[in-house]
């Protein structure tokens, strides 16, 4: 089985794997060297959602390049 490999969204910083492009916010700009991942359960009540200006739920990176 071939392995899929994460993307980072440079835009909104969601997580995703094996689609063209952003499931939030449909940009196709995206890495795949990224540092860290976070998962977001409550934006509004998380410190790093905050800092990371992320509004929804969902995994994202914590640094992309
Ligand atoms: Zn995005």
């Known amino acids: 089985m ?12 969601n997580v995703y ?17 990224f540092k860290g991942k976070t998962y977001v359960v409550n934006s509004e009540k998380s410190v790093i959602a905050q800092n990371l200006n992320i509004t929804s739920e969902g995994e994202f990176a914590i640094k992309t390049r």
């Open 17 to 33: 794997e094996g689609v063209d492009r952003c499931p939030k916010c449909e940009s196709k700009e995206f890495t795949e060297s």
């Open 2 to 13: 071939a392995k899929i490999k994460e993307r980072a969204c440079k835009i909104c910083k």
